[in-house]
């Protein structure tokens, strides 16, 4: 969605080179959790042992019933495009590990499928693992530190400055998990190792990193957890540290070009020298060829002939109060700013379980609405049905 070279911002931009472009803040956010699951072998490995639990149990109404008959919470499965999702499908492991596993273990002496048993005694091993119980506890701290900023994110009546504001606050978080974060998933991990009465111990034989190969046996407890928190809690946390850095350095640049209708407070109390030149600043980003969308000399003043509105008022709110006074022609500059989501004319609470791959195809047609007017949908679904319609007519 953020392509400048194309698919949204290419598009708009070539239509009109002044439209500024707004990363979703909550998508973004979704997007750093993405490039952090994929940024560690035992990231990607704990992930896909998740999604292998999920399918199956549902794969047969004799399994899902077996786990019913253990934990509380049911394990879900894990989507790209639903955000709360991920913290759901790590958080019913993370709290029921034991109880999952003895709903394996169970399947395992119950089920007659040899493929079946099978599968059910490796997930039951994997599920009571040292490294996969430390790969749970740490991706649920990190999944439930973004939810929670995400939540507020996804508020309809969300600011910018308090959008970055809140994405500092998230990176804060990180920093200081990255510091203490592993010592206190290693002392959980072995609790619940106690509490299923296994060995607390890395039954991997070898790491590797991008300079040099660990080798360690089993016993070898300190150098195991110092090579796992080296190859994946760091790796991990760096990552999203990283991300959020790089993917959020917009929205900065925005906060400080639109720095002056962001909090009308501060403006008020500023020198008119200093709002001008703002403002001038401002006509100039939003200028081409000569000509400007705005005047900064005129939306300076009118900024300063505001009416009387409330304490800590957003740029949103001065809109809709312009508009309700039916004033906004006598602030052409400030009634001048608008923005809108593409993402959320598509992707609506109604289509919260899209998948990526509709979800693309459908912004797609929406942003090329001019071309998908001409096609012909008749003829698309007569081909379609052309295609599965049975070869041979049964009698």
Same mark, same amino acid.
């Given at each position: 969605?953020?392509?400048?070279?194309?698919?949204?911002q +290419?598009?708009?931009?070539?239509?009109?080179?002044?439209?500024?472009?707004?990363? !979703?803040?909550?998508?973004?956010?979704?997007?750093?959790?993405? &490039?952090?699951?994929?940024?560690?072998?035992?990231? %990607?490995?704990?992930?896909?042992?998740?999604?292998?639990v999920?399918?199956? #149990?549902?794969?047969?109404?004799?399994?899902?019933?077996?786990?019913?008959?253990?934990?509380?919470?049911t %394990?879900?499965?894990?989507s790209?495009?639903?955000?709360?999702?991920?913290?759901?499908s790590?958080?019913a492991?993370?709290?029921?590990?034991?109880?999952?596993?003895?709903?394996?273990?169970?399947?395992?002496?119950?089920?007659?499928?040899?493929?079946?048993?099978?599968?059910?005694? @490796?997930?039951?091993?994997?599920?009571?693992?040292?490294?996969?119980?430390? *790969? *749970?506890?740490?991706?649920? &701290?990190?999944?439930?530190?973004?939810?929670?900023?995400?939540?507020?994110?996804?508020?309809?009546?969300?600011?910018l400055?308090? @959008?970055?504001?809140?994405?500092?606050? +998230?990176?804060?978080?990180?920093?200081?998990?990255?510091?203490?974060?592993?010592?206190?998933?290693?002392?959980?991990?072995?609790?619940?190792?106690?509490?299923?009465?296994?060995?607390?111990?890395?039954?991997?034989?070898?790491?590797?990193?991008?300079?040099?190969?660990?080798?360690?046996?089993?016993? &070898?407890?300190?150098?195991? &957890?110092? *090579?796992?928190?080296?190859?994946?809690?760091?790796?991990?946390?760096?990552?999203?540290?990283?991300?959020?850095?790089?993917?959020?350095?917009?929205?900065?640049?925005?906060?400080d070009?639109?720095? %002056?209708l962001?909090?009308?407070?501060?403006?008020?109390?500023?020198?008119?020298?200093?709002?001008?030149?703002?403002?001038?600043?401002?006509?100039?980003?939003?200028?081409?060829?000569?000509?400007?969308d705005?005047?900064?000399?005129?939306?300076?003043?009118e900024?300063?002939?505001?009416? =009387?509105?409330?304490?800590?008022?957003?740029?949103?709110?001065?809109?809709?109060?312009?508009?309700?006074?039916?004033?906004?022609?006598?602030?052409?500059?400030?009634?001048?700013?608008?923005?809108?989501?593409?993402?959320?004319?598509?992707?609506?609470?109604? !289509? =919260?379980?899209?998948?990526?791959?509709?979800?693309s195809?459908? +912004?797609?047609?929406?942003?090329?609405?001019?071309?998908?007017?001409?096609?012909?949908?008749?003829?698309?679904?007569?081909? #379609?049905? =052309?295609?599965?319609?049975?070869?041979?007519?049964?009698?």
């Amino acid at each position: 969605m953020k392509g400048k070279k194309q698919v949204v911002q +290419a598009r708009l931009l070539e239509k009109n080179p002044r439209a500024v472009f707004v990363p !979703c803040g909550a998508h973004t956010l979704n997007l750093v959790l993405a &490039d952090a699951t994929k940024s560690s072998r035992d990231a %990607v490995g704990f992930f896909g042992h998740l999604q292998k639990v999920y399918t199956f #149990f549902s794969g047969g109404t004799q399994r899902w019933s077996i786990l019913r008959s253990h934990v509380d919470l049911t %394990v879900k499965s894990w989507s790209d495009t639903r955000r709360e999702s991920r913290l759901q499908s790590v958080h019913a492991v993370r709290y029921q590990a034991a109880q999952i596993r003895d709903a394996l273990l169970e399947a395992r002496q119950s089920l007659s499928e040899p493929i079946a048993k099978v599968e059910a005694q @490796a997930l039951a091993e994997e599920v009571g693992s040292y490294r996969f119980l430390i *790969c *749970c506890i740490v991706w649920n &701290d990190i999944l439930t530190t973004g939810n929670q900023v995400n939540k507020l994110l996804l508020s309809a009546s969300m600011q910018l400055d308090v @959008a970055i504001d809140l994405i500092a606050t +998230a990176k804060t978080s990180l920093t200081q998990y990255r510091a203490s974060g592993f010592a206190a998933a290693q002392t959980t991990a072995k609790d619940l190792c106690e509490e299923m009465n296994i060995e607390a111990v890395l039954v991997q034989k070898r790491l590797r990193n991008t300079k040099r190969q660990f080798t360690y046996e089993a016993t &070898d407890e300190p150098l195991a &957890d110092a *090579c796992l928190e080296v190859t994946f809690f760091n790796v991990v946390v760096d990552a999203a540290l990283n991300s959020l850095e790089e993917r959020f350095d917009t929205m900065q640049n925005v906060k400080d070009n639109f720095g %002056v209708l962001l909090n009308f407070n501060n403006v008020t109390t500023m020198s008119r020298d200093t709002l001008k030149n703002q403002c001038a600043d401002l006509e100039k980003m939003l200028s081409k060829t000569g000509e400007s969308d705005i005047c900064g000399a005129e939306m300076a003043e009118e900024i300063l002939n505001l009416p =009387s509105v409330p304490p800590k008022i957003t740029v949103m709110q001065l809109l809709e109060i312009l508009h309700e006074k039916q004033i906004q022609e006598l602030y052409p500059n400030l009634s001048f700013f608008e923005s809108f989501s593409k993402l959320k004319l598509v992707k609506t609470h109604l !289509c =919260s379980t899209m998948g990526q791959e509709r979800l693309s195809g459908l +912004a797609l047609i929406s942003i090329n609405r001019e071309l998908s007017q001409q096609i012909s949908y008749e003829a698309i679904i007569d081909d #379609f049905a =052309s295609k599965k319609s049975r070869r041979v007519h049964l009698k």
